[in-house]
């Protein structure tokens, strides 16, 4: 199932490849990080796959003792929270771009009715001549104010989640693996048991990459942030005073 949402990503990320319209800054670029990012999870879930066989306990234990020690160490959801964060980086960027969508719909609406207007009645050559393009539509963050703050907002959004998802990160699945042993008892099985994750190493890295992804994403959202503040707001007033 995740490889064929993977190998889904492929066509996808072709055709917006070879789209030129870029009717924002920074579109393509965010597109490359839905299937980097994709790519990045279904790659790091692997050694995550056959946790129940990787734990193991020392002496003699039963099944029902070490299916108990199990769910106690992993008490918590590790590989579906790194489904739902990615849900949620997918989730902001296709709603932004659905308003951002309709909005550039709206403005390519608007002036081909005003180009209509300017040419004569019947001149269909002139119509075309003066009809916008729609890969040349570009949507004008300078005038639209709440436009701008949309894109802001998502940029916002987006650093709120991926900083949620580090927390969980650093300090509630590294320390899964990061432990050299795990001490276990309960009621039922008193033992005490001393149990181990086999493959750690492997488990820490994938846990570093996730780590290492989201702070590129963070980067860049608050490197196009400060952009957008400074040449759409700053700079945008400094001009319209002069």
Excluded at 71 to 87: C, L, P
Excluded at 145 to 174: A, D, I, T
């Amino acid at each position: 199932m995740a490889a064929a949402a993977v190998a889904g990503l492929i066509p996808v990320l072709h055709s917006v490849a070879g789209d030129k319209s870029g009717y924002y800054f920074g579109r393509q670029l965010w597109f490359g990080f839905i299937a980097v990012y994709g790519v990045v999870v279904y790659v790091v879930r692997l050694p995550w796959t056959p946790i129940h066989e990787d734990f193991w306990c020392h002496g003699n234990i039963t099944h029902s003792c070490l299916t108990e020690c199990f769910e106690m160490s992993y008490s918590s959801a590790v590989v579906g929270i790194w489904y739902f964060f990615y849900f949620i980086f997918l989730a902001l960027f296709f709603l932004m771009e659905f308003f951002m969508a309709q909005i550039r719909h709206k403005q390519i609406k608007t002036k081909s009715v005003e180009h209509v207007d300017e040419v004569e009645e019947g001149s269909m050559v002139g119509i075309q001549e003066l009809a916008p393009s729609p890969k040349k539509s570009i949507l004008n963050f300078h005038q639209e104010r709440m436009l701008l703050l949309l894109y802001l907002l998502y940029f916002l959004l987006q650093v709120s989640s991926q900083c949620v998802f580090l927390y969980f990160l650093v300090h509630r699945h590294l320390p899964l693996v990061s432990q050299p042993v795990i001490s276990c008892h309960s009621k039922y099985c008193p033992g005490p048991y001393v149990c181990l994750i086999r493959g750690s190493m492997e488990k820490q890295m994938s846990i570093y990459t996730l780590i290492t992804m989201s702070l590129m994403i963070i980067v860049f959202c608050l490197g196009f942030f400060t952009y957008s503040i400074h040449h759409y707001l700053i700079k945008g007033r400094s001009t319209l005073r002069d």
